[in-house]
């Protein structure tokens, strides 16, 4: 196990286009977050997962963002009608998710959305 | 509400001279507070956590609620210290969810 891993790294996609982005967090961790990161800013906090449980969602992340984690491992973010705004770095995070406690997240190298 | 400001976008210190990058942030009740570090071409990784009260490569940052700031310091800066940082603050109230300050990228001059 070498880490979180994403893929693509990078995406080029036309304006109105579907994509979608797959995050393997580290083997056994439970918690798995998704960011979104511009130019110049640092990350966004867009949805996080226990399991396969969807928890929490930003209010950034609008009805054409949909994620899921069907099985408790990998996940998937799916943005439908891409715009030029959706053009950004987005970042997956795995933790361990023990009980009662943080625990330190593990970033993936990201995916790079280019919307034209 | 931007949550997490840091005010230095650049920060160049010379080889051996202190350094400190600066955090503030806005929250109500206890904040859990935490330095991120992405070095050129590597991921984004955890640095340190106030929680901890420890001191990673040298560096430690003291929680001031008082001003509430959460300040990176680092004695005497080395080249490989250069890199961005980002603060976060881990919103308690809703469980799991960051915020990231917009970072400060650092470069130590040899």
């Known amino acids: 196990d070498t880490g979180v891993s994403q893929d693509p790294r990078h995406k080029i996609t036309k304006r109105g286009q579907n994509v979608t982005f797959r995050c393997d967090p580290i083997?056994?961790?439970?918690?798995l977050y998704w960011y979104r990161q511009t130019l110049g800013q640092g990350p966004e906090f867009l949805t996080y997962?226990?399991?396969?449980?969807?928890?929490?969602k930003s209010r950034l992340l609008s009805d054409r963002f949909s994620a899921e984690r069907p099985k408790g491992s990998f996940s998937t973010l799916e943005i439908q009608r891409t715009e030029q705004g959706d053009s950004a770095m987005y970042l997956c995070a795995s933790s361990p998710g023990l009980s009662g406690s943080y625990n330190e997240q593990f970033f993936g190298p990201g995916t790079r959305l280019t919307v034209l | 509400a931007q949550r997490v400001t840091q005010p230095e976008k650049l920060l160049s210190v010379f080889k051996g001279a202190p350094v400190e990058l600066k955090c503030n942030y806005s929250?109500?009740?206890?904040?859990?507070l935490f330095w991120y570090v992405q070095y050129s071409r590597q991921r984004l990784q955890l640095l340190l956590r106030?929680?901890s009260r420890e001191s990673i490569k040298g560096f430690t940052a003291d929680l001031n609620k008082g001003e509430t700031s959460f300040h990176l310091k680092k004695p005497f800066a080395q080249e490989e210290d250069s890199a961005m940082y980002y603060c976060?603050?881990?919103?308690?109230?809703?469980?799991?969810?960051?915020?990231f300050g917009t970072g400060t990228s650092l470069t130590v001059i040899p």
């Open positions: 997962f226990q399991n396969e449980a969807q928890l929490e």
């Open positions: 976060a603050l881990r919103d308690a109230n809703t469980g799991n969810q960051f915020y």
């Open positions: 106030h929680i």
């Open positions: 929250y109500s009740g206890s904040p859990e």
């Open positions: 083997s056994e961790h439970n918690r």
